[in-house]
């Protein structure tokens, strides 16, 4: 059965139910690996020319699936099967949480758009920790995106992420700071340079495992760049922009709550990708997400500095076919400009 069809019967059910169906199949493929191995022969592809080692591991192709698809780790292995060349689980939280009320997950199909208001609903790290250590280290690169509980006050928000950053560290091969969703309330009133400082400084002495943040692009490019080259000094790994967006004016019949996703955020997010690039190309790993679709806005991001991509609305709409092609066409596109790697055209726009 092809994707289209399978999209068409899901698309029938509430997005949240859809989800839960499609979480539930790929969750019963990763205890069957004839099927994984069917899966990643048609759709993984393996270039050298698209291989690069990052944080000591080897990422076979630059896209990975966002955190906010796989928050409890249970599908991690068919992702990877699916096309991925690696997998962010989370968002995880201390304790297990619900999340906000439902309805809190829409589709716009016209726009190729999703708002979610989710909340950080997850297992809580006892239980994701738990079947991180059944799959962990894996034969492809995990992260694990990590966020306060709604409930921890924000004087208290530097405890849950050192709790989290000492359950996690030796489970992902690298961590990433999650202060930027606008579902939890006030939590990006944590992107200011002092609390910044003070994570950063903490994750240090727990931890030698690589730490990202994760920044949200409703900022000015001031802003943006201001609190990343603060989080890069303080010892930061890396620099994910962005996450999704609050400004409604974006899509047209738009919930006033939750973030917005897909094709709709794609000119902001780069936009915002691109001013932090600019300062921070060569003195960090980056890595852009937020409406990439195609093989050509994967390809721009790259020669706007960016190491690794990351994909979620695009891959609820075009499916697994989508990241195989956008991996395919991206060793074309390096191939017609006369690159025999990845690596020469990330920031070729500088170079």
């Known amino acids: 059965m092809d994707y289209q069809t399978i999209k068409n019967i899901l698309f029938k059910f509430d997005p949240e139910t859809a989800h839960h169906i499609a979480e539930t199949a790929f969750e019963l493929a990763g205890f069957c690996p004839p099927l994984l191995k069917a899966l990643q022969k048609r759709y993984q592809v393996e270039d050298p020319i698209l291989t690069q080692k990052i944080f000591g591991k080897d990422f076979k192709n630059p896209i990975g699936i966002a955190a906010g698809f796989d928050k409890n780790a249970t599908m991690t292995k068919t992702l990877h099967a699916l096309g991925f060349g690696y997998v962010e689980v989370g968002t995880v939280t201390p304790k297990p949480q619900a999340g906000n009320p439902r309805p809190r997950l829409f589709r716009y199909p016209r726009f190729e758009a999703l708002q979610n208001a989710m909340g950080f609903n997850n297992d809580g790290a006892a239980v994701v920790k ?28 530097l405890e849950d992420y050192r709790f989290l950053i000492e359950q996690f560290h030796t489970l992902g091969d690298y961590l990433v700071i999650n202060i930027s969703s606008p579902n939890t309330p006030n939590l990006r009133d944590l992107q200011n340079e002092a609390f910044i400082k003070d994570l950063f400084t903490m994750a240090k002495e727990i931890t030698t495992t690589p730490i990202l943040l994760k920044i949200a692009p409703d900022m000015s490019k001031k802003q943006a760049i201001e609190l990343t080259t603060t989080a890069v000094e303080a010892g930061a790994s890396g620099i994910i922009a962005t996450n999704t967006s609050i400004d409604y004016s974006l899509l047209k019949g738009a919930k006033d709550f939750g973030g917005i996703s897909g094709k709709v955020i794609q000119q ?19 890595i852009s997400v937020g409406g990439i679709d195609s093989a050509q806005e994967a390809y721009k991001r790259i020669k706007a500095g960016a190491n690794l991509l990351q994909i979620y ?7 697994p076919k989508l990241i195989h092609d956008i991996n395919q066409e991206l060793i074309t596109l390096l191939q017609q400009d006369g690159f025999s790697h990845i690596t020469e055209a990330i920031g070729a726009d500088y170079k």
């Open 313 to 319: 609305t695009a891959f609820i709409y075009g499916g």
């Open 268 to 286: 902001k997010s780069f936009s915002i990708f691109k001013a932090i690039a600019k300062e921070l190309f060569g003195k960090t790993l980056l």
């Open 130 to 157: 738990a079947r991180l250590q059944r799959i962990y280290p894996a034969n492809f690169p995990i992260g694990v995106n990590i966020g306060k509980n709604k409930t921890t006050p924000q004087e208290k928000a």
